[in-house]
Each structure stands twice: as structure tokens, then as C-alpha cells.
């Protein structure tokens, strides 16, 4: 009995490591397998990293101010008898623009201007005569020419009038308004820079400033007034630069993007954007390489670099460091990549690389 429990004993024992050796060996297999596989590769979009000159730049958003810039209105009141021009319409300095109703001072002055000559008459028949209120009179003839002079609103400077806001018979008091004068050439751009950018900037820099399609494009001037303090809340301080504007496709109020140079041209490794994958502890690109699997097969795949960016502009960004012109990298899809991975090229459709891009009608 004892005897046949051995035998039992043994075989259980040898089926048991007969199983035991086979699923080893599967398990040896299987972690073989694991090691050597290679995931099938990503589909992504490449270009040669170029190099270009590129000025050093800082880029602010602005607003256009009119040099010169009022509201023409009624220095007395009365009651508008003519106007002399139509809404949006080109004046000259001294222009008249309007002339108020002055029947009554006129009547005054007329009936004034006759007792003084008279009293004139007077004065020479009895010499030593002297009326007192010929003096008065002649004071007051001409605050009455004053009167009827500051009835007529003039235009105090050349440039484009808005849109009218007064009419004809209208009374206006005074200081009523009668319609905005701007002059648009030259014209004012005004922006902010970080405070820790004010000492690159200096009276005379160039400014390149660009609007939207319908005012015409790109326009240059230089800085030519810097704010005497910083802003508290902001840190940061304004800059005012003038442009001549001579065409008037810039007006006063306008949004738009002023480009200041800082420095000569340099030298720098230019990609698309989309090719950098940010992350807090290193922004990087994927290289193409030529790399080998764990048993030495060669497959194209990616080697991931750390770089240090420089400014951008447009759909591009500068490259510092960490880069060299001729290396290919990866421009869609870095977001799926990993160190090693294994790639396929395809580049019938790249994403946007124009430094200087234009917004689409939508």
C-alpha cells in the first residue's frame, strides 16, 4: 500500500513539474515576444529644420490717436443759420463750418456804429467836449464784432470731419457740438511693453504696424515719446510712435499690431510650431533617426531633443538651441509620440509654417 502511494506520489510530482517546465517555457517565450515587438509605426508630417534671419523683434498690440483731435462745437449759443460742409469731408485750417444766427447783434452793431459817428460829428463841432459814453460805445462795438466773429465756427486745424451733429435752424447752446475733426497725417500709435523690455527701447526705433485686410496692411514709423513712469498695475509702460499715415487708411481708434525692431538680423533654426511638444520641465521636438529594435533591426523612428525656443512669428518659432538646420523633424502628431517610437512619413498635407499668416474670411 505504502509502496503504491510512492509510485502515486512520484508521477503527481513529475506531471506537476512536466506542467510546471511547459508553462515556463511559454512564459519565456511570451516575455521574448513582448521584448522584440514593435508597435506598428504613427502616421505623422515632417520638415527639414531651415535657417533664417530674423530681426530681434517684440510684438504689442496698439491704438491709433489723431496728432490733433477735437470736437468742433458752438463757443456761444444761438441758432444754426448755415453749415458749410457734408460728414466725412476734407477741411483746411480757417475753413468755415458753420455760422450761427447773428441778425440781432448786427442790428446792434449797425444802430451803435450810427450814434458813434454821430457823436463823432458832435465831438468835432464843440472841442473840449468829451461824452463819456462815446468811449463805452466804441467798447462795446467792438465786443460786438467779437460776438458775431465767434458765431462763426471755423475749423482750427486741416484734417477729415466726422459725421455732422448739428442742423440746420437747431439751437445750440453753448459748447454744443457740431462735428469731430481728426487729422490723420501723421498719425499716433500708442502701446505697452514689460518695463523689463524699456531699456531696449530708444527714440527713433522702427515700427512696423499692421491692421486688419480692409485698412490696407502693413505701415512704418518710429518711437518717438516714452511714458515718464510705469504702470503700477501692469508693470508695464506705454510707447508712442508716429507714422505718416499719408494715404488716411488709418484712423483714430483702430486696433492693431505694432512689430518693434530691437537689434540687427540674427541667425536662427526656424520650425513650424506644431512641431514643439510644451511640457513644464522641457519644451522638445522629435528628430528623425535611423534606429535599431533589440535584435538589431533597423526601423525609422524618432529621437526626442530638448530645445530652448526664441521668439515667434506667425506659424513659426525660433529655435535657441538644441536643434541644428538640416534635421528633420516631426510637424503633426508629436502629441502620440514617445522616445523610440516607429514612424511612417506622409506629407501630402503639412500643418501651417508662414511667418506672416492672413486671417481667413470665415
Known sequence: MAKRMLVTLGVTIAIVSALGFVKFKQIQTAIAEGASFQPPPDAVTTIVASEASWTTTLSAIGTTAAVQGVTVSADLPGTVERLSFESGQFVQAGDVLALLDTRQERAQLAALEAQRELARITFERIQGLLNEGVVSQAEFVGELHAIIARKTIRAPFSGVLGLRKANLGQYLAAGGEVVTLQSLSPIYVNFAVPQQSARDIAIGRTVRVTANEGAGGTWAGRVTALDSKVDEATRNIQIQATLANRDGALRPGMFVEALLDLGPAQRVVVLPSSAVSY???????????????????????????????????????????????????????????????????????????????KAENS
Open 279 to 357: 511640457a513644464p520641465f522641457g519644451d522638445s521636438v522629435f528628430v528623425v533617426a535611423e534606429l535599431k529594435t533589440p535584435d538589431g533591426k533597423p526601423y525609422r523612428g524618432v529621437r526626442q531633443q530638448i530645445v530652448k525656443l526664441g521668439p515667434a512669428r506667425g506659424d513659426q518659432i525660433s529655435i535657441r538651441s538644441g536643434l541644428a538646420a538640416g534635421e528633420e523633424v516631426v510637424t503633426s502628431g508629436v502629441f502620440k509620440l514617445r522616445n523610440g517610437a516607429a514612424i511612417q512619413i506622409n506629407n501630402s498635407v503639412r500643418p501651417a509654417n508662414n511667418p506672416a499668416p
